[in-house]
């Protein structure tokens, strides 16, 4: 099973300021790795699929680097709706697997 | 618009049986994978089972493998999972989730609670 620690666990920052997430997999994913927005009481959202490719309706302040085992989702300047829990995930080998989470918090 | 409309969860004691439901739209059901990804209260994601469109490929992680079925009606639009021998720690709000290569379209979630 491919493990996916994500870091850090909380990320703590301010309305326009730049939130960088990280995404290590235990083993190489090449590039099958996606990135989810979960807020409370909902069902969490595609943000990018396939390491850098943004879902329909995305906004380009969200963007997704990396391949092989480190990954990051980087979101330029965050707006007050983007403070939620974010998942990464591999779809390269089964079972599919998720990150523990970072949940992004308002400083 | 696609719609995953997940049913089917409810209380039900250990060692009990449950059978999720979901009914999907806004799009061609059977020419799409399917998954359930569940989620422990408080917890993170668990992805727990695909099927592939037309049934070839079936998978199920280790925590549920022999206990739950995953099949699906594409005359109906309708995914389900057959939950047996439920234990506590199946305890967990259960997402329908769509997937074409990755996944992206996921239901509001079914609530199943495993206890006495």
């Known amino acids: 099973e491919i493990v996916l620690t994500q870091s850090p666990d909380t990320l703590s920052l301010s309305p326009g300021e730049r939130a960088t997430l990280s995404c290590r997999a235990s083993q190489s994913v090449i590039t099958y790795l996606g990135w989810y927005q979960q807020k409370p009481g909902q069902a969490p959202r595609l943000l990018i699929y396939?390491?850098?490719n943004r879902a329909t309706g995305i906004p380009a302040r969200f963007s997704g680097s990396g391949s092989g085992t480190d990954f990051t989702l980087t979101i330029s300047s965050l707006e007050p709706e983007d403070f939620a829990v974010y998942y990464c995930?591999?779809?390269?080998?089964?079972?599919?697997?998720f990150g523990q989470g970072t949940k992004l918090e308002i400083k | 618009e696609v719609q995953l409309v997940d049913s089917g969860g409810g209380l039900v004691q250990p060692g009990g049986s449950l059978r999720l439901s979901c009914t999907a739209s806004?799009?061609?059901?059977?020419?799409?994978?399917m998954n359930w990804v569940r989620q422990a209260p408080g917890k993170g994601l668990e992805w727990v089972s695909f099927i592939s469109s037309g049934s070839n490929t079936i998978q199920y992680a280790d925590s549920v493998k022999g206990r739950f079925t995953i099949s699906r009606d594409d005359a109906k639009n309708s995914l389900y999972l057959h939950m047996n021998n439920l234990r506590a720690e199946d305890t967990a709000v259960y997402y329908c989730v769509r997937e074409r290569g990755h996944i992206d379209y996921w239901g509001q979630g079914t609530l199943v609670t495993v206890s006495s």
């Open positions: 396939d390491t850098s």
């Open positions: 995930h591999q779809r390269y080998n089964w079972p599919y697997t």
């Open positions: 806004g799009f061609t059901f059977s020419s799409f994978g």
